[in-house]
């Protein structure tokens, strides 16, 4: 079995988010092993619990205009 790891800024509601989760749902009812990823808690972390997918935190994951800030998501 085959992981994919999505990955989303924010776990506030909106588009992007609607997204990550049905395509999450789908790809875990095609058999895939799916993991999704985000820099902050929130309502994506709430559905894809009661879907039992998991979901994990990534502390330095965000948008910035500091490309410096990046270097502390790849460490």
């Not at 909106?14 to 999450?24: E, H, K, P, W, Y």
């Not at 749902?25 to 879907?51: M, N, Q």
């Amino acid at each position: 079995m085959k992981t994919i790891l999505l990955l989303v800024t924010k776990a506030e509601l909106g588009g992007a988010q609607q997204f990550v989760l049905m395509l999450s749902k789908g790809l875990r009812d095609l058999g895939w092993k799916v993991i999704v990823g985000s820099g902050t808690h929130g309502f994506l972390e709430e559905e894809l619990g009661k879907e039992k997918i998991p979901f994990h935190i990534f502390k330095h994951l965000g948008r910035s205009h500091n490309p410096f800030k990046s270097l502390f998501f790849i460490a």
